[in-house]
Each structure stands twice: as structure tokens, then as C-alpha cells.
């Protein structure tokens, strides 16, 4: 379920434990923000990021130092970041072929600070942790392919193929920056949606509450909108594309 805007604070119940899922950041800091404020108060065991901490908007450094000073956090890498290794590697993109992409990886890569590197190089493809009964699983796009592209539409045999003999009975998925939560063949397959780079026309940020108790697990799923205009303010003011600006603003991918 989608909470609305107009929503209550959250409530605090005394689950067993209490993880913050994120995922898709894309460097939008001032989402980011707004999602830290917004559960400020709340205390989680754990914040899980489903990988993407880079490129789109211009605050690659803030975002990553709020995951290094949180001891709680388990990350991973996505599509986004491994590209922007690749470059710092002194590698040849491949892709993306489109000129305006591409310039928004190279200024990512030429304006990392080196102890932001070092962090995203320390950092696993996929994680894993376990809480109460559970194993949880945490992968980019799949299970099978961290490149792969999962979306709640796709066909459930797909499903049932990544549930079969998984040893994780949760998986926690990014990439396709849409929020679901499916339960197939014993297995919950979770996606927190996007904190910073929304595809469905809604700019609102993206984010799930996981609570774990007593063998039981529930999923929360959250919109709440941010200042599009400080994401806007950065590209305009590193001279970006202007194409980004309008992404941010309508919530829709236009490249
Ligand atoms: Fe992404």
C-alpha cells in the first residue's frame, strides 16, 4: 500500500525489528534528506540501500557520506556506481550511448572525493543478512543478474524461477525504481521503489518500512515529496543538461 501525503506521523509500534529500505538514490541528496527527516524519531535496526548512490543530480559526495556515518547500513552497489568505477579505473564507457548520459557519469567520476571512492570500491554486488526466522537477500536487479530489470508486471513464472531453491525467503530488489511487494512460492520480493529518480510520473520520493516479527514480516511503502527545486538548482548551476532538470520535476524518465 502507498501511504498518501496527508497521512499521520508514523505511528511507533514495537515490532521486533524495524528496517528502513532505500534504494535508487541517484545522488538526489535533498530527497534523501526529506525521507531522514520524515522518519526522524523512528528507530531502525537497519537501513538496507539497494544500490544507484550515483548520477543524475549533483550530490554523489552528500549522499554517500550519509550511508558511511551510519553504522547500520548495509549497501551494495548498482548499475550506476560500477560504471562510475569503471571510469575511475580509466575505462572506456560502453554505455550509455547517448551523449547527454554520458556527461552525467563523467562529472560524477571528476567530482567524487577520494574517500567516497574508497567506500564505493569496499563495497559488495549483492549482500545478505539475517533477521529473526529470515534470510534476507539483497541484489541490484536480481537474484540471477544484477542488471536485471524486475518489474511487479513481469510474468510470475519469472518469479517462481528466482524462488526456486533461493536460500533467502526475502529478497530486497532495486533498478526498476518501482515500489512492490510480491509474495511467490513462499519467497517475499520486495522493491522500495526510488528515492531520487522516479519513472511513473509522480517526483515524490520512494521509500518501504520493513517490519520483522515473530516469524512474520510487513511491508510499508511511501511517497513523499522533497525539494525538486534544489536537485533542479544543482544541475543548473554545474551547467548540466537541462533535460535532467525536467526529468526531476515530472518524475518520468526522458532519456
Ligand atoms: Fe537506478
Redesign the pocket.
Known sequence: MVHPITQPRLRFIRFMKKILVL??I?ANYPALQTIRNYVRGYRFDRIINT??FTVYSTFPNETIQWFRKRKKSICIL???DRRILRILNGKKLKRPRKEEKRVMYYWTAENLLSDNIKYLKSLPRQTDLSIGNFRIGVF?GTSHDEDETLFPSDAESRFRELAKGSPFQVHIL??S?TPYYKRIDGVHFINPG?VG?MFDGDPRAAFAILKVFSGELAVDFFRIPYPVDAVVAGLKKNRLPDIYANMYRLGRKLN
Do not use: E, F, I, M
Open positions: 534504494g535508487d541517484h544500490g544507484d548498482g548499475n550506476t541490484h532495486g533498478h525504481h526510488s529518480r
